[in-house]
């Protein structure tokens, strides 16, 4: 595993909560289960869960794993934050963010998001908002390895590789 | 945890292309350091640093995030990285 899997702090876990607001980062693979049990309720009418997994591919190029690291402290109060907008907004009677960070072997799910609310169009709706913000601003950074050896960072904004390195 | 600082310096951490440009994650430098100077400090250490990433960062003191002011831009009120200050260089993020 690279250094940057290591540092500059990362805990095996890492978690926020706030009223009905969860957060967390680990090193561990995620359980959708046990996510989603952080947000059942007797208010809720449906419960929305997404996984996000890793590809195996990228410009047709094969990846052998993705791994990611974080700013702990500021990820996880972005995340607080766009979940507790998006809990507000939407009504919701619960939302769960959780990130996987360091080694992802392809195909395991690097981010799960579980919303609960008293309908499903809310649920839908702020499932689908508490993705494309994760996405746009949480402090983590997805580096792919190739099969052939070498990797890079990618970088959501423009959806292009960042620095190439041997 | 990132260690302390030493006495007379700031913390600087680099995550991702920054951590990939600079190998290493965090080094101290002496501060204060008035913000407008730092990537005119990091280019000197890391030649092509700037345009290879600094230009399409972020940056976070105290977890906060701040306008680097550009090359030669006056600020009205500059900022200035104090002793002790935890200071992050964010390229663009890439979660999910």
Redesign the interface.
């Given at each position: 595993m690279s250094t940057q899997d290591d540092a500059p702090d990362s805990p095996a876990e890492s978690h926020l909560s706030q009223q009905n607001c969860h957060v967390a980062l680990t090193h561990g693979p995620l359980n959708l289960q046990t996510i989603t049990d952080l947000i059942r309720s007797p208010q809720a009418g449906a419960i929305v869960i997404f996984a996000g997994t890793t590809r195996d591919t990228f410009d047709a190029k094969p990846v052998s794993h993705l791994s990611y690291s974080a700013y702990h402290p500021l990820a996880l109060r972005t995340m607080l934050a766009i979940a507790a907008d998006l809990a507000r907004a939407h009504g919701l009677q619960g939302i769960a963010m959780v990130h996987r960070l360091g080694a992802v072997p392809v195909g395991e799910e690097s981010i799960v998001i579980a919303v609960s609310a008293a309908h499903r169009q809310a649920a839908w709706r702020a499932g689908e908002a508490a993705l494309e913000a994760c996405k746009a601003r949480v402090e983590v950074w997805k580096r792919e390895e190739f099969a052939a050896g070498g990797g890079v960072w990618r970088a959501n904004r423009d959806g292009v590789a960042g620095e190439r390195e041997a | 945890?990132?260690p302390k600082p030493p006495k007379g310096h700031c913390n600087i951490?680099y995550?991702?292309?920054a951590?990939?440009?600079t190998s290493k994650?965090?080094e101290a430098l002496p501060a204060p350091l008035p913000l407008s100077k730092l990537f005119g400090l990091l280019e000197e250490r890391y030649h092509g640093i700037r345009a290879?990433?600094l230009d399409?960062s972020l940056v976070?003191i105290n977890?906060t995030y701040v306008d680097v002011p550009g090359a030669g831009e006056e600020g009205a009120e500059e900022i200035v990285i104090q002793e002790g200050d935890e200071v992050?260089i964010?390229?663009?993020?890439?979660?999910?």
């Open positions: - | 945890m990132t951490l995550f991702a292309s951590g990939s440009y994650n965090v290879g990433v399409h976070t977890l992050a964010i390229p663009p993020v890439s979660s999910g």
